[in-house]
C-alpha cells in the first residue's frame, strides 16, 4: 500500500515537472526579456540621430504600434483628452509656411480624443523628409521609402505640468508634408486611444 502511494505521487511529481516544463517551451522569449531601449539601438548611436524636444531617451522602449514611447507607470492615455500645446520646428526641411498646416492638422486629429481630464501635447517636428522618387528603386521598400516622412516627438503632460508619456516617431505618406503629418497624427490618436 505504501508502495502504491509512493507510485502515485511519483507519476503526479512526473505529470506535474512535464506540464511545467511544456508551459515554459511555449512562453515567448520576448516575455522573459526586457523590452529594448531606444539608448540601446543603433538608431540612437548613429552619428545623424536627430534630437528634438525629448531631453532624456533612457526609459524610452521600442513601442507597438509607435516607434519609441515611454508612459508613466500606472498612466492609461485612453482616460484622456488630448490638447495641443507648444508646437515647434525643428527640421531644416519643412518650411515655414507649410508649419501652420502641419500644425493645424495635429490640432485638429488631436481634438478628437476622449477623456474626462486633459492632457497637454507638446510637439516638435525634429525632421521633415520630402517625397522622392529616386527612392522607389530600393528594393522591397521603394515605395514607402519615397513617400513623405514626419518624424516627431510628443511630450505629453497633465494639468500640474508633470509628464506622463514620450513618444519618438516617423511616419511616411503621400508626397506633401500634410500627408505625412496626417498619417502621423493619426497614428499618435491610435496609440492614445488605446493605451
Not at 515611454?70 to 508646437?87: C, D, E, R
Not at 501635447?121 to 522607389?136: D, P
Request: contains cysteine; charged residues 25%; glycine residues 8%.
Amino acid at each position: 500500500m505504501f508502495r502504491e502511494k509512493i507510485s502515485v505521487i511519483s507519476r503526479t511529481v512526473s505529470v506535474g515537472v512535464v506540464i511545467l516544463v511544456a508551459t515554459f517551451l511555449c512562453l515567448p522569449g520576448a516575455a522573459f526579456s526586457s523590452p529594448k531601449k531606444l539608448v540601446d539601438d543603433s538608431e540612437y548611436s548613429d552619428k545623424d540621430f536627430v534630437k528634438g524636444c525629448i531631453s532624456d531617451y533612457s526609459d524610452m522602449v521600442k513601442g507597438d504600434d509607435l516607434d519609441w514611447v515611454w508612459i508613466s507607470p500606472g498612466t492609461v492615455l485612453a482616460n484622456y483628452k488630448v490638447t495641443l500645446g507648444k508646437f515647434e520646428n525643428k527640421s531644416d526641411e519643412l518650411r515655414n509656411s507649410q508649419v501652420a498646416g502641419v500644425r493645424n492638422i495635429y490640432k485638429e486629429v488631436l481634438e478628437k480624443t476622449r477623456g474626462k481630464d486633459v492632457l497637454t501635447a507638446n510637439i516638435c517636428v525634429y525632421e521633415f523628409q520630402k517625397f522622392s522618387a529616386g527612392k522607389a528603386w530600393i528594393p522591397f521598400a521603394g515605395g514607402h521609402q519615397m513617400q513623405a516622412g514626419m518624424g516627431i516627438e510628443v511630450i505629453l503632460k497633465d494639468r500640474k505640468g508633470k509628464t506622463v508619456a514620450k513618444i519618438r516617431d516617423m511616419a511616411r505618406n503621400g508626397a506633401q508634408a500634410e500627408d505625412a503629418a496626417d498619417e502621423s497624427a493619426t497614428n499618435l490618436k491610435k496609440f492614445l486611444n488605446s493605451h
